[in-house]
Structures are given as C-alpha cells and as structure tokens.
C-alpha cells in the first residue's frame, strides 16, 4: 500500500489522531501507539510514511532506524524496510511489515487504519 499526503476532508476513513505535525520535525522518525501496535511514523522531504514500528526480525525498533530515501534501517541488526509500503529490502527480517495510509490535516496527523 503506498502511503501519501492527503487533506482529511469528508468521507469516512477510521481516522486515529497520531501526532501533530510540529511533534516530527522533517527528517524525524517517531513512535506511536496505534490500538496497542507500535507503528513507525517518519517525516520526510516528500511526505509522510507509516510502517509497523516493531521489526520483523527480533522486534527492533524502526522508528528509531535511519533513513535513506525510501529506505529505513533497523537499529539492531541492519534490516531494511521500504517505508512506503512497509516491503522487505534487505534481511535478516524474512517478513515485511504493514504500512499505513497518513492523511495531514492542518496540524493534525492521522492514520488510515481501515
Ligand atoms: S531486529 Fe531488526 S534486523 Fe534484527
């Protein structure tokens, strides 16, 4: 699923209220907890991203990984993730994790988690 910035106008998404845009700098990553899942919230040049925060290795925590491009770093053991769509990229993760849909809305950021 590709994940991308969107006004949150009308419709009827399940919206959750995240974050304010001020709590993420651009080049930021952030950790928040979506219904109990730790999702990986990162704000980049281009946009907003939001993959599953816990790695699918041994759990490391992706919000805190570094990013390049579309590409996020676990911080223990150097798997890769692509944050727009939570693929795998590089092991020793052998699964990819789910990505969310963020919709901006003035300073509000919200999750898609329909
Ligand atoms: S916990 Fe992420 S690569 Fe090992």
Known sequence: MRVTLQPAR???MPLIKVAKVSD???GAGKAVDVGGVTVALFHRPDGWFAIEGICTHKGGP???GDVEGVTVTCPWHG???DIRNGNLIAPPPQRPVR???VVVDGEDVSLDVS
């Open 62 to 64: 992706l919000a805190e």
């Open 24 to 26: 993420v700098p651009e």
């Open 99 to 101: 990505a969310f849909r």
């Open 10 to 12: 009308g419709g009827s």
């Open 79 to 81: 798997g890769q993730f």
